[in-house]
């Protein structure tokens, strides 16, 4: 991760590290084994890193812009917080694909409506100052 995601991103460094990931979760992964519980619990950790590893750079690449608060600096794509990128990126895996989508920053529409509808117990304890 620290040579391909590291503080100057490009799409290519990008996609190579994927592949190294992608690489490493195909042909070791497979030959994991633990003798006791703790390094069970060490193995499912390392695999979990990895997939976690994975949705980093996936979501880097989604992002074809650089942010400063988020601390992402794409060199192909310099443009630092453009309005057009003022927006959250969702990331889903869906038969076996990564799938990517978009929402504004509005998407949950009346914060207190919604919350409501959501938490009956606390209809009314909420109050709009």
Known sequence: ?????????????????LNGLKKIEAESV????A???H?????LEDTS?????????????AR???????????IDHPAMDPPEWNK???IKQENGKVKTGELPMTFWGNMKKQYEAHNR???GVYKEK
């Open 39 to 43: 390094k069970l619990m060490r193995t």
């Open 121 to 123: 117990d606390y209809t």
């Open 64 to 74: 074809k812009a650089s942010s400063f608060p988020l601390g992402l600096r794409r």
């Open 88 to 90: 959250f990126l969702t």
């Open 1 to 17: 991760m620290q040579y391909y995601a590291s503080e100057f991103k490009t799409e290519s460094l990008l996609n190579m590290g």
């Open 30 to 33: 497979p030959m994991l084994y």
């Open 49 to 61: 890193l990895l997939t976690y590893a994975q949705i980093i750079i996936q979501s880097q690449l």
């Open 35 to 37: 003798l006791d519980p």
